[in-house]
Nanobody, 124 residues
Framework: QVQLVESGGGLVQPGGSLRLSCAVSGRTFSSYAMGWFRQAPGKEREFVAAIIWSGGRTYYADSMKGRFTISGDNAKNTVYLQMNSLKPEDTAVYYC?????????????????WGQGTQVTVSS
């Protein structure tokens, strides 16, 4: 089992920044990649970014490229999502997820473990 706990969400003004953290515990060696997804009210959960533990390769949804940065600290078993230039449409619950198999990293159905989510609200 892998346990994930997100933190760092909150209320921020448009143009502001937030850094989300995801602490990974349990069978951490079994995870292949970590991803961030988000879900706004009434919408499907969508891919935000992912990182492969081995090598650190990163992937982003097109709308997040240049604004969001995913990173990982193997020593701390923690994954981060730095979000800059936030917009009201970035408002959502952000989820951290762990993927234990190789393959597509932007497919939410391929992730085996999920955190409880953290709310991000972008509003003036």
């Amino acid at each position: 089992q892998v346990q994930l706990v997100e933190s760092g969400g909150g209320l921020v003004q448009p143009g502001g920044s937030l850094r989300l953290s995801c602490a990974v515990s349990g069978r951490t060696f079994s995870s292949y990649a970590m991803g961030w997804f988000r879900q706004a009210p009434g919408k499907e959960r969508e891919f935000v970014a992912a990182i492969i533990w081995s090598g650190g390769r990163t992937y982003y949804a097109d709308s997040m490229k240049g604004r969001f940065t995913i990173s990982g600290d193997n020593a701390k078993n923690t994954v981060y999502l730095q979000m800059n230039s936030l917009k009201p449409e970035d408002t959502a619950v952000y989820y951290c997820a762990a993927k234990i198999t190789s393959g597509s990293v932007n497919d939410k159905y391929q992730y085996a473990y999920w955190g409880q989510g953290t709310q991000v609200t972008v509003s003036s």
